[in-house]
């Protein structure tokens, strides 16, 4: 799709949307549509990262250093939950 | 209503003027703006609640004080509180050694039955609208009125005579029961939340924190209220504290007035176990 390298591609939160934690997991309120999203651990941690604009690449290296996983899956993965949020317009790409 | 130095809340009749509000002629039976709300009921009367101070009341013609009441106490008052930045619930609660537990369920989900059976042993906090200030840990429950709503039934099998309870309006077959006993007219801490549901079997289920979440998105009141952006923000903050700070469960139970006390001691139990209540 584009040639940026996972790593170094760069995302965050949009400001159209309000979150808060729930224990563990979170919640998201996306303010264009009145839509809300619960997040699962996994989830909320990638989540809580991404308030601040990070680099997929530091998000993996957190999650690897807090999970046990495979780190080809945890890229996949880490891309389909971005993608994810991306098509529901709660992050942005900063590339 | 004579004029007092420090009015807490006004409620006087009125003219309602709206036309300017809608976009077409037809009825519609609610708006709300920063400062104000508006909710009518087709053959009772239109509110105007304003600025979580003031209520005023344009009755229908050939309608009396006694039908219109519930819906200031209910509704109207409801939407003020949300006004004041509460959050507004339809819940039933009632006190377990001066701890809130509350029942949510739309209309028709059996919170006010519930209540009342609970309410013989568990004095009453509120029968159908439950107003929290979520922005505490815990947050609290507002008191209502000693006075349940229950329909002829359900005011029987909980050991009521029907024929000596006030009716509600000469159109609505409901009786308001009194409940006084115990009644408290302080806050309480919000200890528990049971999300009212049907079923087959008598349970209590536990809930993840995501469901928990929406369901009480969607047992709030005055969800339709909910435009502004900074209400709505406010509004989300407040349900996901009630979330972190108290267990939300489902309890699920069959529409079986015979069942009531036995889904009482169902929830004495469940009360019981861990958690900071102490039944006595």
Redo the contacts between chains.
Sequence with gaps: MNEVPFGSRMVVATKDQ?S????S?S?I?N?KD?T?Y???PMGSFIWNLIKEPKELGEIRDLILKEYDVEPEICERDIQKFLNDLSAQGLIEYRD | MEGKANTDVTIKRGKIYTSSQFNDSSEKSFWGTDEEAYRSFAGVASFLIKSGREIIVDLASNVDDKSVRPYILGSALGILMHQRGLLVLHGSAVSVGGHAVAFLGRSGSGKSTMAAALSIRYPLVTDDIAAVKGDMDPPLVYPAFPQIKLCPDAAQSLGYDPSRLLSISSDEDKLTAQMENGFSQHPLPLRRVYILEDGISNEIQEINRQDAMMALVNNTYTLRYLKAQVKVSLHFQQCANVVKYVPVRRLIRPRDLKALPKIVRILEEDLKCGDQIILR
């Design positions: 309000v808060c934690d729930l224990g997991e919640a309120l303010l009145g809300y619960g997040l699962n």
